[in-house]
């Protein structure tokens, strides 16, 4: 079994959250919206301090974020991704198998990690698809670091 280091906070301390986003580099432009809007509305909260970590794609999240959950530097760690159907059955696997992952990350290391990874069912590379999902994803971050920012404070009560 995982465990990471000693918890950053305890009941009483009153300092911000540390807190991470990985981010797939697929569909980078839509992504990165969330990436921004998690940063922007953790920012208003005055909750957490925010590193943000870059991958490839949605399949290599689990592994970083399983290393960021060990290290003992974050409280919680949140993702972020864009997992679309090409034609192929493969993006269903994709989706299923990270979400899976990170869920073993967070039950194994007792770091709470949120899912962004969205998996839409008709994306479509043209400019309609393209807006409507950017506008989605900055909707997604905001609730990403409200959940997070909700969950945690939570914790640190227990």
Avoid: C
């Amino acid at each position: 079994m995982l465990s990471r280091k000693e918890p950053l906070l305890s009941p009483t301390d009153n300092s911000s959250f540390r807190v991470a986003i990985v981010s797939a580099q697929w569909h980078a432009d839509i992504v990165d919206r969330a990436v921004e809007s998690f940063h922007a509305r953790l920012k208003e909260l005055g909750t957490a301090s925010v590193d943000a970590y870059q991958v490839p794609g949605a399949f290599e999240i689990p592994l970083v974020v399983r290393r960021l959950a060990v290290s003992g530097k974050y409280d919680g760690i949140a993702t972020s991704a864009l997992v679309v159907d090409g034609g192929i059955y493969r993006h269903e696997f994709v989706s299923q198998t990270v979400v899976e992952a990170l869920m073993r990350v967070q039950m194994e290391t007792d770091v709470p990690v949120f899912s962004g990874v969205l998996t839409p069912h008709h994306f479509h590379e043209h400019e309609e698809h393209r807006n409507q999902f950017s506008n989605h994803f900055v909707t997604k971050g905001q609730e990403l670091a409200d959940a997070l920012a909700a969950t945690l404070t939570t914790l640190r009560s227990l």
